[in-house]
């Protein structure tokens, strides 16, 4: 699963990948003193979030996280209305 994080004070994205369900993972990264909001989550491999990376390599800021752009955010919203639904939900199961 390829995931797209934003993190509530510094915009920034987090653009990861995780083959384990994302419950787990977001325990992982709930260390964060900055509250993250899960902007997508969709199928795909490592190799397919290494190209996402390349793409948006002028974003980024450090490793994994990529400066917040309209070019970045139109990206994550060219995703069907359906599958963003799907992801709040899925949002909302992971913030217990």
């Known amino acids: ?31 964060s003193s900055e509250e993250l909001e899960l902007l997508l989550l969709i199928k795909g491999t490592q190799k397919e979030e290494n190209k996402i990376h390349r793409r948006f390599k ?4 450090k490793g994994e996280w990529f400066d917040e752009s309209k070019e970045l955010l139109d990206f994550i919203n ?9 992801n709040q939900k899925c949002a909302k199961q992971i913030r217990i």
Not at 5 to 31: A, E, F, M, N, S
Not at 58 to 61: A, E, I, S, T, V
Not at 78 to 86: I, M, T
């Open 78 to 86: 060219s995703f069907s209305p359906d599958l963003l639904e799907e």
């Open 58 to 61: 002028h974003l980024r800021h």
């Open 1 to 31: 699963m390829i995931y797209f994080l934003q993190g509530k004070d510094t915009r920034r994205i987090k653009i990861g990948y995780t083959d384990k369900p994302i419950t787990k993972r977001w325990d992982q990264l709930d260390v």
